[in-house]
């Protein structure tokens, strides 16, 4: 579950090197890296460097001793429940407000890490530009709204979209998303799931063509069916099965696959 005020001025989106580059200030600046309830895991690069320096110390605060036995890398492991802790830290009274100008660069990292993608937000060139078909569907929720996201390349599009999304200080109600190239599949059983917990809420689902054909694909959708469910699907149609060709433009320079 991503924070739901992905607007705030501190806040620079998904960590990942690749897709968010200013998350790289991370890796090169940060001398003391705090993780609530995270894990090391593939979009945070196994907490290996680049992205988390090899000169930073991590400390990984998790609710129980079976989830912090997985961050064998972190320098310090607290096991507590996460709010208790902030809430702790709060009360020590020894937390540094950020200063204007610190603020300030992280929101020109932000902006500057979307500069490359202007082009492909605002073109109006058929067929769409994966990140502009997320950022299309962005546009159209509102703060009560649940947006889930499912698949490998749309999901990373996605990610990007969010971004440029947030930074012009929208909100939404939650965001479901089990990470890029991770648990591809499992969007139709969060969608229903989600919407069962919050029957009020719209729910929509974005995700790709290679997804639904993963276990367990459209199964769960019978529940919604049954149950009357109403849950938004958004599909990216791009018959490549996980090789996408705007990723590999914006990777290596050229799009080198082909539809199947």
């Known amino acids: 579950i991503k924070p739901m005020d992905m607007?705030?001025?501190?806040?620079?989106?998904?960590?990942?090197?690749?897709?968010?580059?200013?998350?790289?200030?991370?890796?090169?600046?940060?001398?003391l890296l705090l993780m609530l309830g995270g894990q090391?895991?593939?979009?945070?690069?196994?907490?290996?460097a680049p992205l988390i320096g090899v000169d930073t110390t991590l400390i990984a605060v998790n609710a129980t001793a079976r989830e912090l036995s997985d961050i064998s890398l972190a320098e310090v492991r607290v096991c507590s429940d996460v709010k208790m802790f902030v809430e702790a830290l709060n009360r020590s009274a020894r937390v540094t407000p950020a200063g204007s100008d610190w603020v300030?660069?992280?929101?020109?990292?932000?902006?500057?890490?979307?500069a490359g993608l202007a082009g492909a937000l605002a073109s109006p060139e058929s067929?769409?530009?994966?990140?502009?078909?997320?950022?299309?569907?962005l546009s159209t929720l509102g703060e009560d709204d649940i947006l889930v996201i499912d698949g490998g390349d749309i999901a990373c599009w996605c990610e990007a979209a969010?971004?440029?999304?947030?930074?012009?200080?929208?909100?939404?109600?939650?965001?479901?998303?089990?990470?890029?190239?991770?648990?591809?599949?499992?969007?139709?059983?969060?969608?229903?799931?989600?919407?069962?917990?919050?029957?009020?809420?719209?729910v929509v689902l974005i995700t790709g063509d290679g997804s639904l054909g993963l276990a367990p694909g459209l199964t769960p959708m019978e529940t919604a069916i049954d149950r009357d469910l109403a849950i938004t699907i958004r599909r990216r149609q791009q018959r490549s099965m996980g090789?996408?060709?705007?990723?590999?433009?914006v990777h290596v320079g050229a799009a080198s696959t082909r539809p199947l």
């Open 127 to 137: 067929p769409v530009h994966p990140i502009r078909l997320c950022r299309d569907l």
């Open 7 to 31: 607007a705030h001025p501190m806040h620079l989106g998904l960590l990942d090197y690749h897709q968010n580059p200013c998350s790289r200030l991370i890796g090169e600046e940060c001398d």
């Open 104 to 114: 300030g660069r992280l929101r020109q990292k932000r902006t500057e890490s979307l």
């Open 162 to 202: 969010l971004n440029a999304w947030a930074l012009e200080g929208r909100k939404i109600g939650a965001i479901i998303a089990p990470g890029p190239w991770e648990q591809m599949g499992t969007g139709p059983a969060f969608a229903t799931a989600v919407k069962l917990a919050r029957p009020d809420a719209r």
């Open 243 to 249: 090789h996408d060709p705007e990723s590999a433009e």
């Open 40 to 48: 090391l895991d593939f979009p945070l690069n196994f907490g290996e």
